[in-house]
């Protein structure tokens, strides 16, 4: 796969696995494959390389809790509800808690971000900023909610849609052509998007912020803090994040890092120690988790992450999340 870059090659990386694990049928994995490598003849090339074979049942010695357990534990504030959601929504635009808006935000050339923010409704003067990073289908309703779950725990949040010069999630309906049009954006690209969205916020908050990223979002939080965070991000959570070519560059980070990963979630999973080795060597407060039981994608509560989604470790990884924020940006 040498003529595509790392975001294509991640994307397609993930259909496959789709693929292999059922999710999808094999005219599917071909039409995404040929969307994101451009061609049907490259997408043929790619996928004869690939090992195509179903995978077998992942095992584990924890048992697999089910949806809806005894375990949640209610918190002051919003965590992943105790089963699926059809519609991405678990605190609503309207909560009494927070306040939604959609400001604008601009990229270096002019572009509008599609920027969502919330904030919370109570907050006297201002309070440290978290900028939420989507996954691979952009800026949906489950990022948005994730957004406004984020202001319930008392920060400014906000995400931007990194296709937005293409008409963003809520133009590219269909997932091969939003990570068709995504794929074109090389890291530098979305990085100064990431920047943009860090100087919006910082006029919005007490000058400190965390970034929090799923999948796709995972590894752009790697990204940025591989590409020179700015001085302000003082936490960082990516969740089941792929390892960026230049993971090395961690060896300088500032912020300090909680990486979740998914036991089941063995190509992900396995870079790990890697990373661990360059926190290390940054000398910052760093947590490597790897949450049992689970594949990747088992935080997203809405329909798209199929079984996956893991209620009882994904209020988990979520309640640490909120406490990663609430000890570092203080």
Partial sequence: MEQLNETQRYFIEEHVEDFRDGLIPRRELIRRVTLIAGSAALATSILAACDLSPRPAA???????????????????????????TDGVTVKENDPRIAVSTPEVKGSDGANLMAYLAKPAAASGKVPGVVVIHENRGQTE????????????????????????????????????????????????????????????????????????????????WNILAGGAPTELKAAVPFYGPQPANYTELSKVKAAVSAVYAEQDTRITATAPQMEEVLKQAGVPYAITVYPGVNHAFHNDTNAAGDRYNATQAQKAWVATIEWFRKYLA
Avoid: W
């Fill in 59 to 85: 095992t584990t010695s924890s048992p697999a809790p089910a949806a809806a357990s005894p375990a949640l534990v209610a918190q002051p504030f919003a965590t992943p509800p105790a089963s699926p959601t």
């Fill in 142 to 221: 489950h990022i948005k909610d994730v957004v406004r779950r984020v202001a319930t725990a008392g920060f400014v949040a906000i995400n931007i849609d990194l296709a937005a010069r293409a008409g963003g999630a809520a133009k590219l309906v269909d997932s091969a052509a939003y990570n068709a049009e995504l794929g074109k954006r090389g890291v530098a690209d979305k990085l100064a998007d990431h920047n943009a969205t860090f100087a919006y916020l910082r006029s919005q908050t007490s000058g400190t912020a965390g970034v929090v990223g799923f999948c796709f979002g995972g590894g752009e939080v």
